[in-house]
């Protein structure tokens, strides 16, 4: 690979992502409060109540903007469209080390070095999504901003009492 593919697969990662981000997001956001409210995680009282008494996607839906507005439903967003690109690049760069170490120590068995590579890159990537997918369910359920939901997560992370990677 020369050094403008690799520039084209990143660009190419950061848009795809970023537009699945976007698309995909009010989807995210209102499973992620129904979840939320099913399970009692609500830490706001005042914000359970929103989402707490329906049971399907629709209502949901249509409570989180009648309440908060159209733009509720991209809470969150922000931590994801930041972190995509890094997360695609660490993904294809431990795709890549995993399955060229597998192809070298084992080159009659092409499927493990699939494996070996899908293992690799989701364990580097996982390490840098679990904080951001913290910050994204805080600010989808409590409904803080992103700096306070990255501060409440630091916060957490740094002090050692709710780790970022649970």
């Given at each position: 690979m020369t050094y403008s593919e690799g520039w084209i697969d990143f660009i190419a990662g950061w848009f795809s992502g970023g537009a699945a981000?976007?698309?995909?997001q009010p989807i995210d956001t209102v499973l992620t409060r129904l979840q939320a409210g099913a399970s009692s995680l609500s830490r706001q009282a005042s914000m359970s109540s929103s989402y707490s008494s329906y049971f399907s996607s629709r209502p949901a839906a249509k409570s989180l903007v009648s309440n908060f507005g159209v733009s509720s439903l991209w809470r969150g967003s922000s931590a994801m469209i930041s972190a995509v690109p890094m997360q695609n690049a660490l993904l294809m760069s431990g795709y890549g080390i995993g399955k060229r170490w597998s192809e070298q120590n084992t080159p009659n068995k092409v499927y493990l070095g699939v494996f070996c590579g899908g293992c690799c890159g989701g364990v580097l990537q996982s390490f840098?999504?679990?904080?951001v997918?913290?910050?994204?369910?805080?600010q989808?359920?409590?409904g803080t901003s992103a700096l306070s939901a990255t501060r409440n997560v630091a916060k957490g992370f740094l002090c050692a009492q709710n780790g970022a990677w649970r």
């Open positions: 981000v976007i698309a995909c840098l999504m679990s904080p997918e913290l910050i994204k369910v805080e989808q359920v409590v």
